[in-house]
């Protein structure tokens, strides 16, 4: 069942489903949440109701794999210019995070995945998100891919260059591929593989970093924690 109500009580948030709400700041009404944007629990604590959103949802999918940082899933979104008509390879689905982002912008998302485990958490979280125009595949993508005509490919798996001859001939001249890895090893692994293919072109590596500022104040000043490597984000073009 979907998320449908995030009540926020100073910095913390809770999701509503159905039902009376209990927190430590005490018992929330399902009437109450549902009929307004200010409530009170029954220890008199306010909280601020507001409609969930995807991100709310994607916030309590079933973990597996590591999901990906939404400000590397934007990147790629960005630089392959990903659209409503896009048809999308990904390679490793992972918990489906990204599978999900995409889908909710792209025409269609085919999925391989080399473990059925993850392949029924993704599943799941995509029925949870009501996400239908995705096909999971539980299939080595180094031994085979029959789908073709793809304008997109993300590869988030531990040895990316096992996939890359495949990907690239499922790949449709002009498109992009790109590869998510933690280390510079698997990239540069990736990359002298690339270059070896006379239809590739590397465009770049990247490394995006994210950094908080505390906005609490009258003078603003950036957080000490900063989101940091997540990974390296190589960015293949077909011609």
Known sequence: M???KILIHKDNKFFWKEGDLHTEYGMIKEEEIKNNKLVYSN???DFIVTNASFLDNLEKIKRGPQTMSKK???EIIVRTGMNKDSKVLEIGSGSGALTSFMARIAKEVISYDIKEDNTKIVRKNLENLEITNVKLITKDASKN???KDFNIATIDIKEPWTVLENVSKAINS???IVSYSPSLTQSNEVIKLAKQNPELIVLDTIEVIERKWDITK??????IKTIGHT???TFIRKI
């Open 2 to 4: 979907k998320i449908k």
């Open 43 to 45: 220890k008199n604590k």
């Open 72 to 74: 590397d899933i934007g």
């Open 145 to 147: 891919i029959e789908e």
């Open 174 to 176: 002009g498109g992009y």
């Open 218 to 223: 009258l003078i603003l000043h950036p957080k």
């Open 231 to 233: 990974a390296f984000l």
